[in-house]
């Protein structure tokens, strides 16, 4: 079974599965062939992954997120007029994660030949007929790309027409992108002529993308346009194999990436509603609703202040954050009556018998600091002033809708010699760098630090450091196998995405099918992981299908609704039915996701 967030990448998936190749052969597929298609992400960006071994029986964690080039410090960005590094450009990016991670995997896990997986992706880079989705994006976003040197030449086609990006249909041809994985493929076929191993072969290639000719023709054109990156960056970098963090919620073991990305929330969120009888609430219901905004907003709340790069110390206070009792503790705090818009972290130290390093930082939070700000200044800059006066549909607020629900794609695999994998890659959309005459859409996740750490102590941006990004695959197992693969586009949303849909499942009995496409709601409580990090408390989505009844009842508690059509990214998802021993796939109406199964 192969899900991803285009037709024509399912389908790169489902080639591997016809080559003879397992889950991890089909997910690297899928990765390189959406990159090619900027389905929200491109070459140059991150990649998270969770992959079930299954003659290890376990989970095993994939850490290809990119670090802060050499000069990104905090006094950098602040001298440069930045409250926190801005949301495009080249002092956005971090290192090019993607590749190796593709790389690592494959060759640590699969079967196929680089050659074999990368060949869709060639294809495509040769040319393939843009659909209307991306064409329009990239026509919205032409000022932006018009700034760098190498990008316009690659995106916009038409340069001085009326409609500068390619039209729905062209055909779009990335020449430079198509040569850097041919470079690719072709060190590995000579290091197989020279009696290489598989691995030593596809690790050649990973030498010459981050150590050779191609990282020096990436360096040189980031920083012809600007960029702070290094060779030695680069040659520094290494994709991380990792434990996952999991909890067990009523039986089932639920596993994320460790703190350096969101996942850990959903988990401490799980932790937190294990304390309810949520099924005794009905679907949906106003108490439902009440109970998960509330729990998604403490669990957050921690994120935005403790999590961060484990490689940095001091070290983030998770073995608190994902006891039991610090879950507990949590629940008791919660207001059954009305909606808490002072919601702040708590202390998970005590729960691991330890002292709060940034006790002083604690004791100073307070949301309004991060409402809304005005957009008369330039991305990144520092002096905007508080906006308290924005409504629903006004231009700002969509702005700020268009951030939180940033996109991504969604990779799930799946064999039938037990192979799973879940991955959500992203970084390089549109509009992004392109480095040099390499072809590769650089990363904008560099936004997601802070500069001081009263915005969040541990996720202050340094040289080498990676930052605390949304991207959150999951994997769930029952009695030690998988159960279930899971993951969405969204950016914060992500993790209450996911969190609904595991409990439509486990808790009312949806379908994996019926799961991914039911409504959600989304807090905004948290704060932005992206642009200026702004929080609006007690703003929550709700469906449009929501009665209006349990709409009265939840302004009552003091939530402010925004009625949408869809609720969630499009949520791709493979459930295992180990009574028949089959797979059913899930993939919401949401997009243009897509799977394949045989």
Partial sequence: MAITGKPLGATAGAMMFQKGGNAVDAAAAMLAATCTMWDTLHCGGETQALIYHPKLKKVIGINALGVAPTGATADYYRSKGYANP?????????????????????????????????????????????????????????????????????????????????????????????????????????????????????????????????????????????????????????????????????????????????????????????????????????????????????????????????????????????????????????????????????????????????????????????????????????????????????????????????GTTSIEAADSSGWVVSITPSGGWVPAVIAGRTGIGLSQRGQSFVTRPEDGPFNVIEPGKRPRVTLTPTMALKNGEPFLAFAVQGGDTQDQNLLQFFLNMVEFGMTVQQAVEAPNINSYQLRNSFGFHETQPGLMEIATSMPEANRAALRAMGYTLRPLERTSGPINAIWFDRKHRTMWGGSSNHGEDHGIAW
């Fill in 86 to 406: 801005p949301e495009f450009g080249p002092l956005a990016a971090v290192t090019p994660g993607t590749p190796g991670g593709l790389m690592v995997m494959l060759a640590e896990y699969g079967r196929l030949s680089l050659k074999d997986v990368l060949g869709p992706a060639i294809q495509m880079a040769d040319g393939f007929a843009i659909e209307a989705q991306l064409a329009n994006t990239i026509e919205r976003q032409k000022s932006w790309i018009k700034q760098w040197k190498y990008a316009p030449a690659i995106m916009l086609p038409h340069l001085g027409g009326e409609r500068e990006a390619p039209e729905p249909g062209e055909i779009f041809v990335q020449k430079d992108l198509a040569a850097t994985f041919r470079k690719l493929v072709a060190t590995e076929q000579a290091a197989l002529k020279a009696g290489k191993t598989r691995k030593q072969a596809i690790m050649a290639a990973y030498d010459r993308f981050y150590k050779g000719d191609i990282a020096a023709e990436l360096v040189r054109g980031m920083r012809e346009d600007g960029g702070l990156f290094t060779m030695a960056d680069l040659a520094n970098w290494k994709v991380k194999i990792e434990e996952p963090m999991c909890t067990n919620y009523k039986g089932i073991d639920v596993c994320k990436l460790q703190q350096w990305q969101q996942g850990p929330v959903m988990l401490q969120a799980l932790n937190i509603l294990e304390n309810a009888d949520l099924k005794a609430m009905e679907y949906n219901s106003p108490k439902y609703v009440h109970t998960v905004y509330q729990a998604m907003n403490l669990a957050f709340a921690d994120r935005d202040f403790y999590y961060g790069d484990p490689a940095f110390a001091p070290e983030e206070p998770m073995q608190g954050l994902m006891s039991k009792a610090y879950a507990k503790a949590r629940y008791n705090s919660i207001d059954w009556t009305k909606n808490d818009p002072t919601i702040k972290p708590g202390d998970p130290y005590p729960y691991q018998g330890g002292s709060n390093p940034f006790a002083q930082y604690l004791a100073q939070w307070d949301n309004r600091k991060f409402l809304p700000r005005d957009t008369t200044k330039q991305s990144g800059q520092q002096d905007r002033l508080v906006r308290t006066d924005t409504t629903l549909d006004d231009p700002f607020t969509v702005q700020l809708r268009e951030s939180f629900h940033g």
